[in-house]
């Protein structure tokens, strides 16, 4: 283990980096904030989404799809009442999946980039 290690931020790739950072904000409600000469969001204890605008950046596919760009990662959100979540989710530019797997549980989204994202129900 190295002594003081912590997690610095986790970093999207995207295509357009303004875009998803305004999106995150508004979804999460975090400080906006910059990180390297690129845009990100800070929450109240640290945590850092820093957004990272790529030349050739492809959204993923989801339902995953052979030959196809997979997810390499999502973000789950417990929020207390999904339903709401999901319309200011989308008022801000999220789409909702076609595909629903949660039921009652959770919802799938997609950011404006195109990366898939639970919001869960709080338990």
């Not at 931020?9 to 906006?32: H, P, R």
């Not at 973000?75 to 999220?94: H, I, K």
Request: hydrophobic share 40%; net charge negative.
């Amino acid at each position: 283990m190295v002594q003081g290690i912590c997690l610095g931020n986790v970093m999207v790739d995207c295509d357009d980096e303004k875009k998803l950072c305004e999106f995150y904000a508004g979804l999460l409600g975090w400080e906006k904030c910059e990180m390297y000469g690129h845009p990100a969001v800070r929450s109240g204890n640290d945590i850092v989404l820093l957004f990272v605008q790529e030349e050739d950046y492809v959204a993923p596919v989801w339902p995953e799809q052979v030959g196809e760009q997979q997810k390499q990662m999502h973000f789950d959100f417990q929020v207390p009442d999904v339903p709401s979540t999901v319309r200011l989710a989308v008022a801000l530019g999220a789409v909702k999946a076609q595909a629903q797997f949660g039921g009652p549980h959770f919802t799938t989204m997609f950011d404006p980039a195109g990366h898939p994202f639970c919001l869960c129900a709080k338990d």
